[in-house]
């Protein structure tokens, strides 16, 4: 597989775009650096826009004020979260009115009541299922009761399985740190997972956009990008949250994006083809070359978009005809 090229502004390809929140539009209370004027570029230019993101712990309005208070454009209706995605899941297979564990913010528990359930906080509320999601305050003690009614054989439903999280302070626990807390426990798997990779969060989201072709943009090649591709969305991966350029030109092909930038104006450029000849592979004024094991830019691009394509390209096709991961430049800057 190689990345995807766009002789136009990337955007202008689509008929929407799906954005992941953490890592991308913003980490913590602080917006990516260039994310609110692309976005409201993009809006602007009638383009529609979801927010999604595995995050269960906030509701969608929450979300919503923390995104306009960035100074971007944002309906409630435009945020879409693995709470209410797995919420609908569970309301799908529970009988109306029922009582369910959860082990979450208010996120989560008000997409629980939404759907027309009840939330309890503790086993002996005798509850038929249990929900479990990321929260920041969540104590051994939730877990526990999680632990405890999964081993009575009720349903586990999670909203998602990211290991990790990105925050202003770097990299934390995420809620797939926490279930596996769990499954470690129980030695259970969930029942049903909704978040990205999986595909509840993704038809939730295309259900209120109702386009023919969307872009998925995202950080993290696992959630976001396998998810995409799953789903059958075309993919972006950006720089400014987990996943790194070296993440990127080593990823499997199930977790390659079609295209990648540093940040989110590559929605605004074209995507040149990669031309690879050999140890060589050039897009657009940017050339990358392979020396050893290593990879370098010989001919370094004014445009940053076309030359970490360069040597993703380069990286994929050495990776795909030998066997070989290639390692990128220790002192690279795109």
């Not at 993009?42 to 309005?61: C, D, F, W």
């Not at 259900?207 to 789903?231: C, N, Q």
């Not at 083809?273 to 657009?284: I, K, N, R, S």
């Amino acid at each position: 597989m190689s990345l995807s090229s766009c002789e136009r502004p990337l955007v202008d390809a689509y008929d929407a775009v799906v954005l992941d929140l953490d890592g991308v539009v913003y980490v913590s209370s602080r917006a990516v650096p260039e994310a609110v004027p692309v976005l409201n570029r993009v809006a602007e230019a009638g383009t529609p826009l979801a927010y999604v993101t595995n995050n269960a712990a906030r509701t969608p309005q929450s979300v919503a004020e923390q995104l306009r208070a960035l100074g971007l454009k944002a309906d409630d209706a435009d945020v879409v979260t693995s709470a209410q995605a797995i919420a609908r899941v569970m309301a799908a297979e529970l009988p109306a009115g029922a009582r369910v564990l959860v082990a979450g913010g208010e996120g989560l528990r008000v997409a629980v009541q939404e759907q027309g359930l009840t939330p309890v906080s503790d086993a002996e509320a005798e509850p038929v299922a249990v929900v479990q999601g990321y929260f920041p305050r969540i104590d051994w003690q939730q877990l526990a009761e999680v632990a405890y009614a999964v081993q009575a054989a009720l349903p586990w439903y999670v909203s998602n399985t990211d290991l990790t999280i990105p925050t202003s302070r770097g990299i934390a626990p995420g809620n797939g740190s926490l279930v596996q807390a769990v499954q470690n426990a129980t030695r259970v798997p969930p029942t049903a997972i909704a978040g990205k990779p999986h595909r509840p969060l993704f038809d939730v989201t295309l259900e209120r956009l109702d386009a023919s072709t969307a872009l998925m943009v995202g950080d993290r090649l696992d959630t976001d990008i396998s998810g995409a591709r799953a789903a059958g969305l075309g993919s972006l991966a950006v720089l400014t949250g987990v996943s790194t350029l070296a993440d990127i030109a080593a990823a499997v092909p199930e977790e390659r994006p079609d295209f990648v930038a540093p940040d989110l104006r590559g929605l605004l450029v074209a995507h040149p083809p990669v031309v690879v000849t050999g140890d060589t592979a050039e897009c657009g004024d940017a050339v990358a070359r392979r020396s050893g094991d290593e990879l370098a830019l010989e001919r370094r691009s004014p445009t940053a978009v076309e030359n970490a394509r360069a040597l993703v390209g380069l990286a994929w096709s050495i990776r795909d005809t030998s066997g070989i991961c290639p390692r990128l430049d220790g002192t690279l800057e795109l």
